[in-house]
């Protein structure tokens, strides 16, 4: 595999700083670097503005490109030559001259709740009123209140140990994070109950890695193409297309799951008002190889049922700070 580069080529990687964003790049390294052996694979880190801002939440301090515009700028710039993301995070629509050269196997995408100690073998459902749930995702925030309206929600900012920290000094009584997440920094004992769909659709990506370079260098995108996993990206390119043609940032309540079986892939969408009290939801099936002409589908369909009015709703609201 090692015949399309120069052997004594450097690449580097580009990775935010935070413990869960380096694991990620080291392990897309370390993949690599099995494939390709003669080449020099080195790890640039950066900060991003998601991980400087951490006292006002997501939805507040805009969306797009919120944990990887500085990465971006890095690639255009000719100082790093990929970036590594969590695809959940990669806005659907990318900086001119660069692409989105591979999707990698997906871990599980699904939401999961930890719960303070006094609450160990609890359930979402048997938790009692007033219960402090946190979470920075509108996402899960919207559909939790539509199916747990009687809890309060908090937003909780940070990584991932801050975050549980705060937890285990009972500022929270429950956290609701990704199962990838906390299954990549072996914190998979702390996972107290997965979320199902009908409960909480995931985000668009989460669970995958998505691997952006410069669109004009082909040589190392048929290098990244090594670590591409076929199912994950057609999953994922039907899922950005949902969110694409919605309009959606990372934090707006639009929710997916999807589903291969073969050459079908099974799309299901949702689009909901913060306060839970709206949503729409469909699904849709067809080809996997006409992944994204699905997501537009299904983004029409939700139209008709009344997702842009939901949609107008939620970015007025966040206009006004509110």
């Not at 009908?198 to 040589?219: K, T, W, Y």
């Not at 002409?293 to 939620?314: H, S, Y």
Request: overall charge negative.
């Amino acid at each position: 595999m090692t015949s399309v580069s120069s052997p004594s080529r450097t690449i580097r990687i580009g990775s935010r700083k935070s413990e869960l964003a380096l694991v990620q790049t080291y392990w897309v390294q370390e993949q690599l670097q099995k494939s390709y052996p003669d080449i020099d694979f080195q790890v640039h880190t950066m900060s991003t503005q998601g991980d400087k801002i951490l006292d006002v939440a997501l939805a507040k301090i805009g969306d797009k490109g919120l944990f990887t515009k500085e990465l971006e700028l890095g690639m255009i710039n000719q100082e790093i030559d990929f970036a590594v993301h969590s695809l959940k995070d990669l806005p659907t629509n990318l900086p001119e001259g660069l692409t989105l050269a591979a999707i990698t196997e997906r871990e599980n995408p699904a939401d999961a709740v930890v719960f303070h100690q006094n609450h160990l073998g609890q359930t979402l459902a048997t938790l009692p009123p007033g219960s402090v749930i946190g979470t920075s995702s509108l996402r899960r925030l919207a559909q939790l209140r539509h199916k747990f309206p009687h809890f309060t929600f908090k937003d909780v900012r940070g990584n991932l140990n801050t975050r549980m920290t705060k937890l285990d000094a009972g500022e929270y009584d429950a956290l609701i994070l990704a199962v990838a997440g906390l299954e990549r920094l072996n914190m998979h004992h702390r996972i107290h109950e997965i979320l199902p769909p009908d409960i909480s659709l995931h985000a668009v990506g989460q669970g995958a890695l998505g691997i952006e370079c410069r669109e004009n260098d082909l040589e190392l995108i048929t290098i990244l193409k090594a670590i591409e996993h076929p199912q994950t990206r057609d999953r994922c390119l039907a899922e950005r297309s949902f969110l694409r043609s919605l309009e959606g940032g990372c934090q707006v309540p639009i929710g997916v799951n999807t589903e291969i079986d073969g050459e079908t892939l099974t799309l299901t969408g949702i689009v909901a008002s913060v306060n839970g009290e709206n949503l729409v939801k469909n699904t849709i099936t067809g080809a996997a190889t006409d992944a994204e002409k699905l997501g537009t589908q299904l983004a029409n369909i939700l139209r008709e049922q009344g997702a842009t009015e939901i949609l107008e709703e939620i970015f007025t609201q966040i206009q006004r700070g509110s």
